[in-house]
């Protein structure tokens, strides 16, 4: 018999009256190797001098006792603590079938990772959950935008008025949304109100994972929830530790599903190819990608005349970049070309008056290096991935904002294919998640391109 104890107030799961052995073999079920950049060293998220591990790697570590033939007994002793909502369901939200199921499955789990695609609902699913426990709750995010739109679905939808805890604010309520930086740099100790429910948004973010895991390891909550577009990661010690906060994955839906019951967008894929007037030389990949990609006028010229293209079709479209030069340059030459153009960054001073021009159609291109997650613009109909990279999280976090039903429009992806070695690699992976993500949906002749993708010729060398 092992005794899993989760003492009240605690994040943490006591291990009590076990083998030795046992000790050391949860020890190692619970590690991993943390990336150091050159170099790996080993981890574990088991303490041997405490004796714990956090609760929500408590379903891994029953599951492998019980295969081991151990008997296990939990002692929850937490209570659950909170104050009473009495919210008021807005009842223009009507539930989707797929939608109360992941409700279900949350209130029987009482923790876990809900994953639900970009443009399924999974705000409205949050505050489902909510509303059913109708107890107070703390929603931890990671940027201001998800902020401010959290509070306004929470007014919307449960007509709350939430408290704000980040962007220099810090005013709580029984339902509150905090920024995980500003809790973790005035401590999570100094919120005033018991909060029943903890919910972290987008909690597959590789950035944030460490920061979610320190926060989550000081919250108590009984009812402990993660939310995401894209719960599949590479990196298992960022995957463990996700799961160590909230649990594992209780509930999914796959973008491909909703596609066929029409709830998100049949996407139509594109590739656009150039020619480079010359190769780089340069063995940095910041030089690379400098030279290859945000600088490269042949590269630039192929993007705008697609957004061009695009937007008079009655396209409203968004290219994505990953820097803040390469917008600039970008939008630059759209307007040379007679096409209205804004370029939006978290440095944007009037990003929220862009963004509504955006969505009321006074503006038909938007450059970004800030939309990739969290931010509802369903008036996007098409995306262009101009930024390269090989990041399959961030790339279907970015198209899923294409992915919204729109009247006799399908959803248009746009991808570039680079013809620097390295690059084309970076976009080879890009393409992958794609077919991963959109199984059947993904186009068929790009599959089969997949399948001839090694690149033949090797990496021009600086010359000596």
Request: aromatic content about 8%; hydrophobic content about 40%.
């Amino acid at each position: 018999m092992v005794i899993l104890r989760i003492p009240d107030g605690s994040a943490l799961v006591r291990i009590e009256k076990a083998d030795p052995k046992v000790y050391f073999s949860i020890y190692e079920l619970l590690s991993y190797k943390k990336d150091y950049g050159k170099w790996e060293k080993p981890e574990s998220l088991y303490d041997p001098y405490e004796k714990t591990f956090p609760v929500g790697l408590l379903p891994r570590v029953k599951k492998f006792l019980n295969s081991r033939g151990y008997r296990v007994r939990v002692k929850d002793e937490r209570q659950v603590r909170g104050v009473k909502l009495n919210s008021t369901w807005n009842e223009n939200y009507v539930m989707r079938k797929y939608q109360q199921r992941a409700v279900k499955k949350a209130l029987k789990e009482k923790m876990g990772v809900l994953a639900l695609p970009v443009g399924s609902g999974k705000t409205v699913v949050g505050l489902r959950i909510i509303h059913e426990l109708d107890l107070s709750a703390l929603i931890v995010v990671h940027t201001k935008e998800l902020l401010y739109q959290w509070a306004d679905k929470v007014r919307e939808v449960l007509g709350i008025e939430p408290g704000i805890v980040g962007d220099n604010k810090w005013n709580e309520g029984s339902v509150t949304i905090a920024m995980v930086q500003t809790l973790l740099s005035r401590g999570a100790d100094k919120l005033q109100h018991d909060y029943a429910i903890v919910m972290f948004d987008e909690c597959h973010r590789t950035s944030a994972a460490e920061k979610f895991y320190q926060l989550g390891l000081s919250l108590p909550q009984v009812y402990r929830f993660g939310l995401s577009a894209t719960p599949w990661r590479r990196v298992r010690g960022e995957e463990i530790k996700i799961e160590a906060v909230v649990g594992p994955t209780i509930f999914e839906v796959k973008a491909e599903d909703l596609i066929k019951e029409k709830f998100l967008a049949k996407p139509r894929f594109e590739v656009i190819t150039y020619e480079s007037a010359m190769p780089s030389f340069s063995e940095r990949y910041k030089e690379l990608y400098e030279d290859m990609i945000m600088n490269n006028d042949e590269r630039n010229l192929a993007v705008v005349e697609k957004a061009v293209e695009l937007a008079r079709k009655g396209h409203r479209v968004l290219i994505d970049v990953k820097r803040i030069e390469h917008g600039k340059i970008l939008k630059e030459m759209l307007e040379k070309r007679g096409m209205k153009a804004e370029f939006l960054s978290s440095k944007s001073p009037n990003r929220w008056e862009i963004l509504e021009a955006f969505k009321e159609g006074e503006i038909p291109v938007l450059i970004s290096t800030l939309l990739k997650e969290g931010v509802d613009i369903p008036e996007i109909s098409a995306i262009i991935l101009a930024g390269g990279g090989k990041s399959d999280i961030m790339t279907i976090q970015t198209i899923g904002r294409a992915l919204r039903p729109k009247r006799g429009m399908r959803a248009v992806i746009v991808d570039v294919q680079d013809d620097d070695p390295l690059l084309f690699t970076h976009f080879i992976e890009r393409q992958k998640a794609l077919k991963q993500y959109y199984g059947k949906y993904y186009d068929k002749e790009m599959a089969s391109k997949l399948e001839e993708s090694v690149p033949k010729k090797r990496r021009p060398r600086k010359r000596p």
